[in-house]
């Protein structure tokens, strides 16, 4: 008797529905973000009623687990083949592959790796999250290819690894590698710990340039420059992670192009001329970026630092203020009036504002972006939901307005810590802003995933940003920017006392148009000389690469639990690493004046 099952009509049927409800899934994920698959719109695409769709998937949360694993399945595929492209044996080749492979198809699939990105957090609260079964977090099947490579290289000699490992740090790695042994059995067994934590911070610079370029924090003059601006920093990253290990850029490889022709981020009008000369190691990707939002009037954003916007300041909160304390009156004008409007009617319009908004950040909170609708809010503050429409532009204005006051938090979060450090210290200062970020960011994990997320998640019909809070005017969503302007003050004071900076004749070229936009637009900040050279913004923009990668894969859930007994001492490590990572880069001594990471929830 053959113990092979019987593939019968129904079996056939049910796995047909299956693989068009996951493509259908797909469709509505690349057109409309996370928040349009719903059960309903893929019963439509896949013509059955809404409730035959239960039979196969129990819930939504299984529905966008499927189409998680798809997208993942997919992307650790192309990432595969462009490993197999490269010349045998030449593993250095390998890795940059990779690299630009996942850093290529991560850009033309933005609300793909959203939904890869924000799932294990976004997904929490259904049954479990839809990483491995490991706590590794969702991209551990890609960071394992790297991996990989890597101990094949070690195995060869072709690599080292000098720098021992935090004791801190040493038995999650050791977990980790245990993994990785136990799914690859060519792994060599004695590949040193200090592999992987070299891997992982190659990886965590990586992926914070990723994340700037698909959320777009990374603005332009126009798109060929903002296009080669990445792709020269992603090289330059991808020399500095290989110089981890002893190893230099193979001339062999073969490489994606990071913005390919009619990408959705920054793709190139078809027949435009190249702007400029690429970058080594990758082709050109000069042209339009047709894919690009507007971000209203403005000079251009300084790259992952973000600080070429010289933003008014909203009046800020205490943190830990929201959602139970009241919002200042000033970010709140209401339907036209004046910030100083009196009156009766005009305290209850403040009022009903006020109150609209910390329901939103209650919602925030408790269910993240998509639990914020103008519904909810309206039903919470006891008013119809039409009479919400008066006060905010739709649910983009609503949003929008509750993104500004999250930024607005976490500036007064960190700039709090900054004071209390000296003055004449800026190392202190550096590691308490660094510090008091990740502790409130990791507090308030829904709220980080709105700041980083926004741009993309935050859009009108036809894919553009929200641009305009109610009331006040364009107010680009450049959370990580403002944020950002708060390690500017550190880098000039490491500048004006002597710190190791590029000369800017020795920078890359297709870093210096967007350096010099982004260094004219940062003379509205206070107290900035205009004689900053560009090698120092270059220097910030790599310490924040690697900044809000460890940071975003913490609080996103891809660096272990964050609630174990152990979170506190490992990440404390982790930022001790990246805090010395910033000082190499800077060649300033590190402080003794060491804030550590307390009351991680």
Not at 446 to 475: K, Q, T, V, W
Request: charged letters at 20%.
């Amino acid at each position: 008797m053959s113990t092979k099952a019987e593939v019968t009509p129904r079996r056939r049927r049910r796995q047909e529905l299956l693989s068009s409800s996951i493509a259908a899934a797909r469709r509505l994920l690349a057109d409309g973000g996370v928040e349009s698959v719903t059960m309903l719109a893929v019963s439509r695409e896949v013509g059955i009623a809404g409730p035959a769709l239960y039979r196969y998937f129990p819930s939504r949360a299984d529905l966008l687990r499927a189409t998680h694993r798809a997208v993942l399945d997919e992307l650790v595929a192309h990432v595969r083949a462009a490993t197999t492209r490269q010349p045998a044996g030449d593993r250095a080749a390998a890795l940059q592959a990779l690299t630009y492979a996942m850093f290529a198809w991560c850009v033309a699939h933005p609300q793909e790796f959203d939904l890869l990105l924000g799932g294990d957090l976004r997904l929490a609260e259904a049954d479990a999250p839809v990483g491995d079964d490991g706590g590794n977090g969702t991209f551990y099947e890609v960071a394992a290819l790297t991996f990989t490579a890597l101990a094949g290289q070690w195995a060869d000699g072709a690599a080292r690894f000098d720098e021992s490992v935090r004791p801190e740090l040493a038995p999650e790695l050791a977990a980790r590698r245990d993994v990785l042994l136990a799914a690859y059995p060519d792994v060599p067994p004695g590949a040193p710990l200090g592999l992987l934590a070299a891997g992982r911070v190659a990886w965590q610079r990586t992926f914070g340039l990723l994340c700037m370029t698909v959320y777009d924090h990374i603005t332009e003059p126009d798109g060929p420059v903002r296009r080669r601006y990445i792709t020269a920093l992603l090289d330059d990253l991808t020399v500095r992670n290989l110089a981890l290990f002893g190893l230099g850029v193979s001339d062999a490889a073969v490489l994606d192009p990071v913005f390919a022709p009619a990408s959705g981020i920054g793709g190139p009008e078809a027949g435009e001329p190249d702007a400029g000369t690429p970058a080594a190691g990758t082709p050109d990707t000069g042209g339009a970026d047709a894919g690009t939002p507007e971000h209203g009037p403005g000079p251009a954003q300084a790259g992952l630092t973000g600080v070429g916007r010289a933003e008014p300041r909203e009046s800020a909160h205490p943190a830990g203020a929201h959602p139970a304390g009241a919002h200042p009156a000033s970010t709140l004008p209401a339907d036209g009036e004046s910030p100083g409007a009196t009156g009766r009617r005009a305290r209850l319009r403040r009022a009903l504002l006020e109150e609209s908004l910390s329901s939103a950040r209650r919602l925030l909170d408790e269910h993240g972006p998509d639990g914020v609708t103008m519904q909810a809010v309206a039903k919470d503050v006891g008013i119809a939901a039409p009479g919400l429409y008066r006060y905010f532009d739709g649910r983009p204005g609503l949003l929008h307005a509750t993104h500004q006051d999250v930024v607005d938090e976490l500036l007064a979060a960190v700039e709090d810590a900054r004071s209390r450090r000296p003055a004449d210290d800026p190392s202190a200062q550096c590691h308490a802003v660094v510090h008091a970020m990740f502790r409130w960011c990791l507090a308030h994990r829904n709220e980080y995933d709105l700041l980083m997320s926004g741009r993309l998640r935050i859009s009108r019909p036809g894919g553009a940003a929200a641009e305009e809070s109610h009331g006040s005017g364009p107010a680009p969503l450049m959370a990580l920017g403002r944020v950002g302007a708060v390690f500017v003050p550190i880098a000039l004071a490491w500048w004006r006392a002597g710190c190791r900076v590029i000369p800017d004749d020795e920078l890359p070229p297709a870093l210096v148009p967007h350096l010099r936009a982004a260094r004219e637009a940062m003379l509205g900040l206070p107290d900035f000389p205009p004689d900053v050279p560009l090698g120092l913004l270059h220097a910030m923009n790599l310490c924040s690469a690697r900044h809000w990668g460890l940071l975003t894969l913490t609080v996103y859930g891809h660096v272990g639990d964050v609630g174990a007994p152990e979170a506190a001492a490992r990440l404390d490590a982790l930022v001790l690493d990246l805090m010395a990572d910033v000082h190499e880069i800077f060649g300033r001594p590190v402080s003794p004046d060491v804030v550590p990471v307390p009351d991680i929830p």
